[in-house]
T-cell receptor
Framework: GENVEQHPSTLSVQEGDSAVIKCTYS??????FPWYKQELGKGPQLIID?????GEKKDQRIAVTLNKTAKHFSLHITETQPEDSAVYFC????????????FGTGTRLTIIP | NAGVTQTPKFRILKIGQSMTLQCTQD?????MYWYRQDPGMGLKLIYY???????DKGEVPNGYNVSRSTTEDFPLRLELAAPSQTSVYFC???????????FGPGTRLTVL
């Protein structure tokens, strides 16, 4: 089955700096890659996703890049703010749908004021 | 819309007891999912449903059962609880398999 590895497990950045979280996947058939943000005591919330027919996607301060050859994808957050502090999860799916997502182990991002 | 609601929020079970985790969504979503999240780990899919009367196993289904008699409800049943089932359980829903999954707030279960 699919295996998703996520790094780093913890990340601290100064407010205003950029944060990058990286994930690798094992199954070349995977073609859907969402990123979720989980705040303390809450369920995960989708923040951005990318499909295999696109190499990069951007939404305001958040961007995701995908390298299908190397089988890795990354989340980029620019101009970080205190409210960006949370746990971020990447995931991958072998279908264009998302009923069988395989999640990474998460990155705890802390923004230092 | 309340979105996805889960009850209870917390529960402590003794080994061998049974319980049902409730999940309800009011968004008329066809797809519903149950995940478990262990400390320091990502979410793992237990079961999912693509519509009323249709369920399928996920990655870690052993020790659990589900049913989907209505579009709104997707209860998760634990039979003969074991310490290995100590976890946080999340229910989610999506309109189709191609749409965003919306998550509930979770149920923290401890089996002692």
């Amino acid at each position: 089955g699919e295996n998703v590895e996520q790094h780093p497990s913890t990340l601290s950045v100064q407010e205003g700096d950029s944060a990058v979280i990286k994930c690798t996947y094992s199954d070349s058939a995977s073609n859907y890659f969402p990123w979720y943000k989980q705040e303390l005591g809450k369920g995960p919330q989708l923040i951005i996703d990318i499909r295999s027919n696109v190499g990069e996607k951007k939404d305001q301060r958040i961007a995701v890049t995908l390298n299908k050859t190397a089988k890795h994808f990354s989340l980029h957050i620019t101009e970080t703010q205190p409210e960006d502090s949370a746990v971020y999860f990447c995931a991958a799916s072998q279908d264009f749908g998302n009923e069988k997502l395989t999640f990474g182990t998460g990155t705890r991002l802390t923004i230092i004021p | 819309n309340a979105g996805v609601t889960q009850t209870p929020k917390f529960r402590i079970l003794k080994i061998g007891q049974s319980m049902t985790l409730q999940c309800t969504q009011d968004m008329n979503h066809n797809y519903m999912y149950w995940y478990r999240q262990d400390p320091g780990m990502g979410l793992k899919l237990i079961y999912y449903s693509v519509g009323a009367g249709i369920t399928d196993k996920g990655e870690v289904p052993n020790g659990y059962n589900v049913s989907r008699s209505t579009t709104e409800d997707f209860p998760l049943r634990l039979e003969l609880a074991a310490p290995s089932q100590t976890s946080v359980y999340f229910c989610a829903s999506s309109y189709t398999g191609y749409n965003e999954q919306f998550f509930g707030p979770g149920t923290r279960l401890t089996v002692l």
